[in-house]
């Protein structure tokens, strides 16, 4: 059964309720849009750390925000999933779909996965809707992220103790056309007022 949504539902017993209050609504009260900054990049390229520092920046601004943060999600949501090729779909379509639901709500969503795969950011860019998505690329490359190794997982992939690890034994897609490509070596006090400019270019925040 085909949703006005565009989802789909296996039971047609099942249907989507309209509300009263509209996200129109909620946005108008927030004083801005709702939009989900979609960060992408290697382990260790830096993703927490724009994202977090973003998030401040905006907060300070009065702007309602929410980062929803790969190792965290992965304590609740989605601690039962690992990191096969079907495990990192499933991550990703829970948190896209939750992602969603906040951009609903009028919020700011920042997320920060490492989300590998080109078809699973697609699906996720789908689910929202042109404008909605922003695709960050976090580029740093690969041998910085190993230096900086602040977990020390990458010592632990090397050494074949970590399975599946992205960019040693498991792909890492690089977008092809993100709508923002960050240098991950730059400083984090020059990356923030790049995306505060993308987000006062697409008018989700006023300039
Ligand atoms: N095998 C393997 N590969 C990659 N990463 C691993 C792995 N095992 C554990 N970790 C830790 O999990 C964090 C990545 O989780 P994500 O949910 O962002 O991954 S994914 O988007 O589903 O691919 C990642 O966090 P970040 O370093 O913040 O990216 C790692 O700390
Ligand atoms: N632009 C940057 N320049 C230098 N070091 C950075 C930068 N961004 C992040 N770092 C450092 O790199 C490490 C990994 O950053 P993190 O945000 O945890 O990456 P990710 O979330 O992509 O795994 C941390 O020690 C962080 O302090």
């Given at each position: 059964m085909a949703l006005h949504n565009g989802s789909f539902l296996k039971d047609d017993n099942v249907v989507w309720h309209p509300h009263a209050v509209t996200r129109a609504d909620r946005e108008k009260q927030h004083g801005h849009r709702g939009a989900v900054l979609w960060f992408t990049g290697?382990?260790?390229?830096g993703k927490s750390t724009v994202a977090g520092a973003l998030e401040q920046a905006l907060h300070a601004q009065g702007i309602s925000t929410y980062l929803l943060d790969g190792d965290n999600v992965r304590h609740g949501?989605?601690?039962?999933?690992?990191?096969?090729d079907d495990d990192r779909r499933e991550n990703i379509r829970r948190v896209g779909e939750v992602a969603k639901l906040m951009v609903d709500a009028g919020l700011v969503v920042l997320t920060a996965f490492i989300s590998p795969h080109r078809a699973e950011r697609d699906m996720v860019r789908n689910l929202l809707g042109e404008g909605q998505f922003i695709e960050v690329f976090v580029d740093t490359p690969l041998a910085i992220c190993e230096a900086r190794d602040p977990k020390g997982l990458y010592k632990k992939a090397r050494a074949g103790?970590?399975?599946?690890?992205t960019g040693i034994d498991s792909e890492y897609q690089p977008p092809e056309v993100p709508d923002v490509h960050l240098n991950?070596?730059?400083?984090v006090t020059h990356l923030v007022p790049q995306l505060l400019d993308v987000m006062r270019q697409r008018a989700i925040i006023n300039p």
């Open positions: 290697l382990s260790g390229s949501l989605c601690r039962d999933l690992g990191f096969t103790e970590l399975k599946n690890f991950g070596e730059q400083l």
